[in-house]
């Protein structure tokens, strides 16, 4: 169990990741991102796929705090909703694990600009297990 930030990784270099807040009490992670020019659409918004990878970190961020050194977390299932369009710039997501038994996790996560205007939502289901190595 840590409140450490996790090891960067070439997604989360790629998203421009950036841990702000592990609330292991509240069982929360607040994580902001860099959404890039890179990750326009034709609309000059973030793609939704982007969005969705932001959301999708954060929830594992939320889960993987809490477990026990050698373990981790993959995403079973991610519900997406999206709102509002996000422009390019930085965004932040406070995902809470909002259940865990066994093996099983539940969390849920918006999508926020700096303003606090949330953009987007998910709903995740992870599955802890034990690390392997590359």
Do not use: W
């Not at 009490?25 to 994580?31: F, G, Y």
């Not at 977390?73 to 809470?96: H, K, N, Q």
């Not at 918006?110 to 392997?132: F, I, S, Y």
Request: aromatic fraction near 2%; proline fraction near 4%; hydrophobic fraction near 45%.
């Amino acid at each position: 169990m840590s409140d450490a930030p996790p090891p960067l990784t070439p997604a989360a270099s790629l998203l421009g990741r950036e841990v702000l807040e592990i609330d292991l009490k509240e069982r929360l992670a607040r994580v902001a991102y860099l959404a890039r020019d890179e990750f326009a659409n034709r609309h000059g918004t973030v793609q939704g796929g982007f969005l969705a990878a932001m959301l999708d970190s954060a929830c594992g961020i939320a889960v993987t705090a809490d477990l026990p050194e050698g373990m981790t977390a993959v995403t079973r299932r991610l519900d997406t909703s999206f709102i509002r369009p996000a422009r390019i710039g930085r965004l932040i997501v406070e995902a809470r694990v909002i259940r865990r038994e066994g093996r099983a996790a539940e969390v849920e996560a918006q999508l926020m600009d700096e303003a606090g205007v949330v953009l987007a939502k998910a709903r995740a289901e992870l599955r802890t297990m034990e690390q392997r190595d590359s």
